[in-house]
C-alpha cells in the first residue's frame, strides 16, 4: 500500500535508528513528524528530511512527560492531520553491570523506554479507535526476546515492551488498529557512547566481532511493515545481524 498522504510521528528521531526511519517513511510518500529532545539536531534533521519533501514537521519532545506528547499528537493534528502511523523509537541503553548499582541509569531507561512507549500508546490510542484505523509501531529488541548479560535493566523495559504491545494487539485488532514490535540486534548508532560503565560494555558489548546493523535496515523494515493491506497484520520483526542469530 502506498504510504502517500499518510501521516506519521516517530519520537526519538534526531539521530540514528529515528531518523532512518523518519527518512524511509518520508521517501515512501507519508507526511512525517519527527520529535526529540535536542532542539539543535532536530532542526538539523528537519532540514534534511524537507529536502525529500516539504509536508513535514517537528516538536521539541520528551516522551516521558506525558503533557508533551500529548501535546505533540495535537500539534501533528492541526499541522499534518490526524496520526496515522505512531513510532514509538525513543529509547536508550546502557551496559552496566548489576553489581554496580547505578540505579540512576536504571531508573532512566525504565522512564524512556517504558513511559516513553505508553505516552506515546496514549496520545494516538483514542483518534484511532475513533476512526477505527491506525497503526502503533514499537521499537523493542532482540533483548526484549532474551535477556542480555550486561543488559538487565534494558532486558526488562523491552521484556515490558513486547508484552504491553502484545496485549494491547488482543484488545485494538478488532477496531481496525495494528501493533507492531520491531526487534532489532546490534545496530550501528552512538549509544554505545553514553554507557558510563565501560568495563560491562568491554566485557558484554561485542557488536565489533561481526558486521552490525545500519540505521537505514531498520528504516526499511518499519516501511515495509505499514506499507502492508490492512487486512495483513506483521506482529513481530526481529532483525539481526545475519553473523550473529540469536
Known amino acids: 500500500m502506498s504510504l502517500k498522504g499518510r501521516v506519521a510521528v516517530v519520537t526519538g528521531a534526531t539521530s540514528g535508528i529515528g531518523k532512518a526511519i523518519a527518512f524511509h517513511l518520508a521517501e515512501a510518500g507519508a507526511k512525517v513528524c519527527i520529535s526529540g529532545r535536542n532542539e539543535v539536531r532536530l532542526n538539523e534533521a528537519k532540514s534534511q528530511l524537507d ?132 526487534q532489532p540486534g546490534d545496530v550501528k548508532t552512538n549509544a554505545h557512547l553514553v554507557t558510563k560503565d565501560e568495563d560491562a560494555r568491554k566485557q558484554y558489548g561485542g557488536s565489533s566481532s561481526v558486521q552490525i546493523l545500519d540505521p537505514d535496515d531498520i528504516g526499511r523494515a518499519v516501511t515495509f511493515v505499514v506499507s502492508q493491506p490492512r487486512h495483513v497484520g506483521i506482529n513481530q520483526l526481529l532483525i539481526e545481524p545475519r553473523e550473529a542469530p540469536i
Open 51 to 182: 529536502k525529500i519533501h516539504s509536508d513535514n514537521a517537528m516538536f521539541q519532545c520528551d516522551v516521558t512527560k506525558r503533557d508533551q506528547v500529548l501535546n505533540l499528537v495535537k500539534s501533528v493534528d492541526t499541522l499534518l492531520g490526524p496520526v496515522d502511523i505512531m513510532v514509538n523509537n525513543a529509547g536508550v541503553s546502557y551496559y552496566t553491570h548489576m553489581s554496580n548499582v547505578m540505579m540512576d541509569d536504571w531508573d532512566e531507561m525504565v522512564d524512556i523506554n517504558c513511559k516513553g512507549v505508553t505516552n506515546g500508546v496514549g496520545a494516538v490510542l483514542p483518534g484511532m479507535l475513533k476512526r477505527e484505523k491506525g497503526h502503533i509501531v514499537n521499537i523493542s529488541s532482540d533483548a526484549g526476546l532474551k535477556g542480555f548479560p550486561g543488559l538487565a535493566v534494558y532486558s526488562g523495559t523491552k521484556f515490558f515492551v513486547e508484552g504491553f504491545s502484545q496485549a494491547l494487539r488482543h484488545e485494538v485488532t478488532p477496531k481496525g488498529i495494528k501493533v507492531t514490535c520491531i
